[in-house]
């Protein structure tokens, strides 16, 4: 009978082995799964960083961008445009200087600038006019 017991405390101590070792081992599994979840987690997050700060430096670029475009054209404009604004009103046939970037063409700036360019010729033709009348009225006053 010694064999019979043998296995009944054999297979006792291995159930109680097993009720111990496997709870133990479904622990530690369930957390190595949280762990990787965590890792992923952290990468995903990692990542969505990692994109967000790139996006805001692209905005923050292209930003600067468009300011430098803006002051490049602003400068061209009072420097260049202006100046071939005045030549083409004293002579037709002088050409006024187009924008300095092609992408600023069409813009909603350059629109505001050659709104600003209409004006000042506007504000020219007028005097222009306006010292021409005076001018004959003085000629008629004068004789």
Do not use: W, Y
């Amino acid at each position: 009978m010694l064999v019979p017991t043998a296995l009944l405390t054999l297979l006792c101590l291995g159930s109680a082995t097993a009720a111990i070792t496997v709870p133990c081992a479904l622990r530690a599994r369930r957390r190595a799964l949280r762990a990787e979840s965590a890792r992923r987690i952290d990468a995903a997050e990692h990542a969505r960083v990692v994109d967000a700060l790139a996006a805001a430096e692209h905005r923050a670029l292209r930003r600067e961008s468009g300011l430098r475009v803006l002051m490049d054209e602003s400068k061209h404009l009072v420097g260049v445009r202006l100046p071939g604004l005045f030549r083409h009103l004293a002579d037709p046939d002088e050409a006024i200087p187009p924008v300095l970037h092609p992408h600023f063409a069409n813009s909603e700036p350059e629109r505001l600038q050659r709104e600003l360019m209409d004006l000042v010729a506007a504000a020219l033709r007028a005097e222009r006019v306006g010292a021409h009348t005076s001018g004959r009225l003085r000629c008629g006053r004068d004789h």
